[in-house]
């Protein structure tokens, strides 16, 4: 096994309101919670939200009649990602080995930063804390171990803490097993933790008290696995390849039932562009273009197609999948919602030209890198392609 590091896992607070309270600061201290497309239930809470009740998933119509004094807000996720990035930014700058885990969470490799810092792993937590605060606006839980299992445990801790910083060092790993019921542990869900608890298993502690030929029966080598980092014995190292996803979807709801072509297409084509920007931003393109239309009564229709090349440009995608549209479009019908999904990715490499296509190619990339440049810049949504058309009046 790897030897022993010291691992942080950065998990932003309630991220969603928390990018919300970033955006408009007259929020913060209030009962805000955000929705989901839609505006179907809740799925970020402020601690005010929280104390006053509010269930996380908990449908609109209900919150609302429950806790009608709470602030409730749509969702923006493509604003909730530009601000996941600046914190994932600044975690890069910080130090070396940054394992993006999700949107608001990530594992840091802490080992030898002491030196670099001139601080503790104590007091380098609360200096990074403090910076993603200061520079970003969003308050993060940290925790920090030898292993990312038994730093993802302390960062769960640490929310409970009001400096939310929460270590696990090898004098404390037998009290917080103790401590740690079953279904807290990273990577147990409802049905392991019934089989174990079926088992006579309630305890972090006694889950590690199993030998490991126990745990591949019952489990698998993820029992193993399990067991060995929480004994603080690391088995998965914080790694910094970016893995390439294997399709890139975007779809939303409209917020109106409509069979307005245009309208649609409008939406579609913002689908698009969003998924563009996501395809150069791993530094790929796709091979095959899907387009999504579901009714009002949820029935979907799709329809696919297969490149000669892959692309990654928006004017490129827009013309063909307009062309999918169509083919599934009925004007009878009332729709809810469209989207893109953008499938057979891979990195981006030599791929053969005509004689006559270097120079339209290039052009091609520099305005896509233009459009990714002014948005990085001034904000989402500021390029209004030709391609776009306004919502009706």
């Known amino acids: 096994m790897p030897k022993q590091k010291v691992i942080a896992l950065i998990d932003c607070d309630s991220f969603f309101v928390s990018c919300e309270q970033k955006r408009n600061p007259e929020l913060k201290g209030k009962a805000v919670c955000v929705l989901s497309n839609n505006d179907g239930c809740v799925i970020s809470r402020s601690k ?85 605060l200061d520079e970003v606006d969003i308050p993060v839980s940290i925790g920090v171990s030898s292993t990312k299992t038994l730093s993802k445990l ?18 404390k790993i037998q009290k917080v097993l103790k401590e740690t019921q079953i279904d807290e542990i990273w990577g147990i869900g409802r049905r392991l933790t019934k089989r174990l608890k079926s088992h006579g298993i309630l305890t972090a502690q006694e889950l590690v008290n199993k030998p490991d030929k126990w745990l591949d029966s019952k489990i698998g080598i993820q029992g193993i696995e399990m067991r060995h ?16 996803p294997k399709s890139i979807q975007n779809t939303r709801a409209f917020g109106i039932f409509t069979s307005d072509f245009n309208f649609i297409k409008n939406e579609l084509n913002k689908h698009i562009h969003t998924s563009c920007r996501k395809l150069r931003r791993y530094n790929t393109k796709c091979l095959q273009i899907g387009v999504m239309l579901r009714t009002k009564d949820f029935k979907i229709f799709y329809t696919k197609k297969e490149l000669l090349s892959p692309v990654d440009f928006e004017l490129e995608i827009s013309n063909i999948a307009i062309e999918l549209l169509k083919e599934i479009y009925n004007p009878e019908i009332l729709y809810r919602s469209t989207g893109i999904i953008l499938e057979k990715i891979g990195e981006q ?24 440049k002014l948005e990085a810049k001034f904000g989402k949504n500021i390029v209004q392609t030709g391609f776009t058309v306004k919502k009706a009046e």
Do not use: W
């Open 349 to 372: 490499g030599i791929q053969q030209l005509s004689l006559y296509s270097d120079e339209k190619e290039e052009k091609k990339e520099k305005l896509a890198k233009c459009f990714d």
């Open 48 to 132: 005010e939200a929280k104390k006053m009740g509010v269930k996380m998933g908990e449908p609109y119509f209900m919150a609302k009649k429950e806790h009608p004094k709470a602030i409730y807000i749509t969702s923006d996720h493509e604003y909730y990602s530009q601000v996941s990035r600046q914190v994932m930014s600044l975690l890069k700058e910080f130090s070396p080995y940054v394992q993006i885990y999700s949107v608001d969470e990530a594992f840091v490799d802490f080992t030898g930063l002491t030196k670099l810092y001139k601080r503790n792993y104590k007091n380098l937590a609360i200096y990074l804390r403090q910076k993603i």
């Open 154 to 171: 302390a960062s769960d801790k640490a929310k409970n803490i009001d400096n939310g910083i929460f270590l696990i060092g090898k004098r």
């Open 229 to 244: 980092e929480l004994l603080g014995e690391m088995v998965s190292c914080v790694s910094n390849e970016i893995k390439i």
